[in-house]
């Protein structure tokens, strides 16, 4: 099987073919139908985007191009030749490159190492180093892909981690580039500057295919885009003829809220009082520095950051399975930040329940059944103990009516957690938290991972254990949901409290620049950054932008207006000189973990206000986007359960 | 969800991989110019076909279900205990204590002291590694082999310098007092027409062994400490959010685990030798693993993989008693399945799931 890239045909083509044409790929998995008779053609040098839902079948789709799996049906073009892709060398050798979601690097390896793994030209390896050096510099100059060729890739930040694949592909002369959910794990600054990048590219030609939850992405970067649902390519629409509402309406079948119904929030005394909390990690890093927070009872404080800058050690600290030093309340007494009485045991005894970020590493035991998985925290429970026993069956049933209220599909507490989708994972997870009817609801990225339609439902439950008096404290790397929830918001930036801001006071240029430690936010206007707007041009955008509550409910037309521009914005786009070292880039504290908003010090520009601002021009902030899991791709399991 | 049903995982897989050891094994016999039918036919004779051969097969069977149990019960918290040999050693030595220094009135109540004394003395050798890797992360496996020749040589020189009697020439212990020596099924069961179990050393800790089965599964699965010990064993940062500390946890699986092997030494110890000698444990908390990883650390799984080992034993004594087979080559069958049945499991169940896969599709 490895003769592949067999062109069968001999067709001149009269006009230019696509690059990519797929015919009536169907490929299944046991009984389920990952992808039912999907056709597609893509036109070079275009971004073609790819959107769906968990469990949709892109992720099937994108392997079967890459040779990972093999459709059981269907034929595959590459500029008009049929081409077999019975492996990813084949794909390769097609033109083929593909940047997946988690990195195949070598962590410990330089960028040049990685670069040539896999393309050395003979045993030894200096003078594939050197010509892979060469043609770096070449590509670098070309795309604006600036890595440093010696440098170790584990020290890199995640965005330049991801230009060293996209770097890789393109080293491999790959000339069709496949990211698969690229920005996830990316800062705001870092994900424009990769479509940056995606532009440069494809106006050299190069044709490229962008598989994103993110509808706004979406929008934003490409030419036309497919949805694609259950398995079925539902449509295939020019970008600049669709919005996000209807995007993500093809994508779930259905009309989504995709905004909150929530009434004003009318808070009462504050429940957990934080005062100064630190945390010092095993490496000796400060994590938290002196973050002092309250939540009151009836409200919910959304905390704003971008991942890595002390949301989780904040979480980790209140829901008891990490020391700290400082002061936190619960009701008025303080609680035990260290030692024998630190524990989720007696966070939950305190009226604490937590929704985690991950519910594959902490919330869920994904080997466990549903009911076992309802209990999971609570389990000492005398009530649920019957003599030295637990009551088994007084808990199957109490998880079967749980599962009901909670809507969890398949309503089966037999199934092992991991049997089920995203989103019915996260639904046993808030149902088991809610349900102990707590104080204190602590929730981390709900909505991860989760589809349009839990996500809905999610965000309704919390808002109904707010209703009821509860005080909740909500992170989330996403300002969509941490706007369309939050009473009250906070940003954290590294370790520390940046502001607080209501959210019909601020704005998500504010909000950006808080995330990227910039308080000063009236003198923000880095004159320094080369992408910087001015003092004014800030003003003005603020001003052009509505607050957030007078446009929860975008009109179609605001939606499609900035839609229909893509144009302006790409001439905006244009317009902006190319990047330079710049001095603010490099006075700014550089951070130790890759997450943080600061580029690793080759003077890429690091914080990018211009693009923040342009983006929130052309597409309002709280337009429709469908808060996008960041990290988690479908995995086979996840999608299709109980098939 | 692509899944086999479970019975064929359980039942089908060890089934054909036991075939397949049986298959290789007849090709070595073969090879040194026996008949691999004639072997078989005298091991089934050996160990199965008569109550003496069904007494020692037992007596084997027991000392597997201690061992299999006590490693079954810390796989479950994911501790890898390949310290069972040592800990029964050691539980020996706790058997032997309470036979020799306390004046028991009759054999059960001795029985429940010596158990008492076999499970702490072995849960203590347990405790040891446990609390390295708890606090420290010293990996369980290392120390726990580690410990194995610790407690050899600790056997060897209590026997030798404090236990053996005045003017004894092996190292042992005195002969346990009468009153505390077990039935053995020989005298259980034999009646004075028909006697049974002849000469064969099986004794009332086999149903001790049973008791430990079920406490093993009301532990594992119907307690709150069997739930920790689950959750920790499959993901450890979900137990710590849920407040289960991964210290008490690793301390009480080995605890436990230490105890059951331990227990071990009761059946060699008191059952039959009714004194303690060097070697009692004769390799059982090794074979406990192959046994635990057959049986899939469940309970009733534990106990079929030690009847299938005991005859195992029994069936190669026999062999290599009546046969040409050297006593070596009954090593190697027991090792082709553990090799099969423990290591080489995925070769089996893989191309099975695929079948039942193919066949559901067809359907």
């Known amino acids: 099987m490895t003769t592949a890239v067999a062109p069968e045909t001999d067709i001149v083509p009269t006009t230019v073919a696509p690059a990519i044409e797929l015919k009536g790929i169907s490929k299944a998995f046991g009984p389920v ?15 073609h985007g790819i959107i769906g839902e968990n469990g949709a079948g892109k992720s099937t789709l994108m392997s079967i191009l890459y040779g990972f799996y093999k459709a059981d049906r269907g034929e595959i073009f590459i500029h008009g030749k049929k081409t077999d892709i019975p492996d990813s060398q084949a794909a390769i050798r097609a033109g083929i490159g593909m940047v997946f979601q988690h990195f195949k690097l070598v962590p410990n390896f330089t960028v040049l190492e990685n670069v040539i793994l896999g393309a050395e030209d003979g045993p030894l390896l200096r003078s594939s180093l050197n010509k892979a050096r060469g043609v770096l510099k070449q590509l670098a100059a070309e795309y604006e892909l600036h890595v440093d060729p010696d440098a170790i890739v584990e020290n890199l930040s995640v965005g330049h981690q991801q230009r060293v694949e996209i770097l890789k592909a393109l080293y491999r002369q ?11 794990v990316l800062t705001p600054a870092e994900a424009d500057h990769l479509f940056r990048i995606l532009d440069n590219l494809r106006s050299e030609g190069k044709t490229i295919i962008l598989i994103t939850h993110k509808l706004r992405e979406i929008m934003k970067s490409t030419d036309t885009v497919s949805v694609m649902r259950r398995g079925e390519m539902t449509a295939t629409v020019k970008t600049s003829e669709t919005s996000p509402e209807r995007l993500a309406e093809m994508m779930v079948g259905r009309k989504v809220l995709l905004h909150v119904e929530k009434q004003p929030a009318s808070p009462k005394d504050p429940v957990l009082e934080i005062e100064n909390l630190r945390l010092v990690d095993d490496k000796g890093v400060e994590r938290l520095k002196g973050i002092s927070l309250n939540v009151r009872a009836g409200e919910i404080l959304g905390i704003a950051g971008v991942a890595g800058n002390g949301q989780s050690e904040l979480l980790e600290v209140l829901g008891g399975y990490a020391d700290a030093t400082g002061t936190v309340r619960v009701n008025g007494q303080s609680i035990d930040l260290t030692g024998k009485h630190s524990d989720g045991q007696s966070r939950r005894a305190r009226g604490i329940a937590h929704v985690p970020e991950d519910r594959h590493r902490e919330g869920l035991i994904m080997p466990f059944t549903a009911w076992e998985n309802t209990i999971f925290g609570y389990h000492r429970d005398p009530k649920i103990q019957s003599g030295p026993l637990m009551n088994n069956a007084a808990i199957k049933a109490e998880a079967a009516a749980k599962m009901e209220r909670f809507d969890v599909r398949p309503p089966n507490p037999k199934l092992a957690a991991r049997n089920f989708s995203g989103g019915n994972q ?13 104080d204190i609801l602590l929730v981390g990225q709900p909505t991860r991972g989760v589809d349009i339609g839990a996500i809905e439902f999610i965000h309704q439950q919390i808002v109904r254990l707010r209703d009821e008096g509860k005080a909740i404290l909500l992170v989330s790397v996403e300002l969509d949901e941490i706007f369309s929830l939050s009473d009250r918001i906070a940003v954290m930036f590294d370790g520390q409290i940046m502001g607080e801001r209501l959210p019909s006071e601020t704005n998500e240029k504010e909000l950006g620049l808080l995330m990227a430690g910039i308080t000063d936010t009236a003198n923000a206007a880095m004159p320094a950054s080369p992408m910087a707007m001015t003092e004014t041009e800030l003003q003005e955008a603020a001003e052009a932008e509505p607050t957030s509550d007078a446009e929860a409910v975008p009109s179609a037309t605001e939606a499609e207006t900035a839609a229909e521009s893509p144009d302006q914005e790409q001439a905006a786009a244009e317009e902006v000189p190319p990047p330079e070292p710049s001095p603010a880039g490099e006075d700014e504290p550089v951070e130790e973990f890759s997450t943080a908003p600061v580029s690793a010090p080759d003077g890429i520009p690091s914080i990018d206000t211009g693009s923040i601002a342009s983006l929130s021009a052309s597409i309002p902030m709280s337009a429709p986007s469908a808060p996008p899991p960041p990290t988690k791709t479908e995995d086979p399991e996840e999608g299709d359960k109980n098939g | 969800m692509d899944k086999m049903p479970g019975w064929a995982d359980a039942v089908l897989v060890p089934l ?38 069904w007494g020692y097969t037992l007596y084997y069977a027991t000392n597997f279900i201690f061992t299999g149990l006590a490693v079954a019960v810390a796989f479950h918290a994911r501790l890898f205990n390949i310290g069972g040999e040592g800990q029964a050693m050691i539980g020996g030595l706790g058997v032997a204590l309470a036979c020799l220094y306390i004046p028991w009135p009759n054999w ?24 390295l890797q708890a606090k420290r992360g010293s990996h369980i496996v290392i120390t726990t ?20 009697p005045q003017g004894a020439m092996d190292p042992a212990t005195a002969k346990f007092p009468e009153a505390t020596h077990l039935p053995t099924f020989q005298d259980m069961f034999s009646t004075a027409t028909a006697p049974m179990f002849r000469g064969a050393p099986a004794n009332v800790t086999f149903f001790l062994a049973l008791l430990a089965c079920v406490f093993v599964w009301v532990l594992i699965w119907r307690t709150r400490l069997g739930y920790e010990i689950r959750a920790f064993g499959h993901s450890e940062s979900a137990a710590k959010y849920a407040g289960i500390s991964p210290v008490k946890i690793t301390i009480v699986a080995m605890l436990i685990s230490g105890a059951l092997a331990g227990m071990m030494a009761l059946n060699t110890t008191m059952g039959e ?8 444990t004769e390799g059982a908390g090794f074979i406990g693993i192959a046994v635990a990883l057959m049986g899939r650390s469940h309970p009733l799984g534990v106990l079929l993989a030690a009847l299938l080992f005991g005859f195992l034993y029994q069936g190669g004594a026999e062999l290599a008693l ?12 027991q090792a082709l399945v553990i090799l099969f049945t423990g290591a080489l499991d995925n070769m089996v169940r893989m191309p099975l799931e695929k079948l039942f896969l193919a066949r559901r599709r067809k359907a």
């Open chain 1, 33 to 47: 139908q990952a992808n039912k008779n999907i056709s597609i053609s893509v036109k070079p040098g275009t971004i």
């Open chain 1, 174 to 184: 790959a000339d069709i580039l496949i990211l698969d959910e690229p920005t996830g």
């Open chain 1, 426 to 438: 996260q639904k046993i997870v808030l149902a088991r938290e809610i349900e102990r009817n707590p």
């Open chain 2, 16 to 53: 054909i991989s036991l075939i397949l050891a049986a298959i290789l094994s007849a090709l070595v016999i073969i090879g040194i110019g026996e008949d691999p039918i004639a072997a078989f036919n005298l091991m089934v004779d050996g160990a199965l076909m008569r109550s003496s051969g």
């Open chain 2, 108 to 131: 059960y109540v001795a029985l429940l002291g010596a158990t008492v004394s076999a499970a702490i003395f072995g849960a203590l050798w347990a405790l040891i590694p446990a609390y």
């Open chain 2, 145 to 164: 082999i580690m410990f194995n020749f610790i407690a050899a040589a600790l056997l060897n020189y209590v026997l030798v310098n404090l236990l053996r």
């Open chain 2, 273 to 280: 030798a009714e004194r303690l000698v060097m070697n009692a």
């Open chain 2, 322 to 333: 009546w046969t040409n087979i050297p006593r070596e080559l009954i090593v190697v069958i």
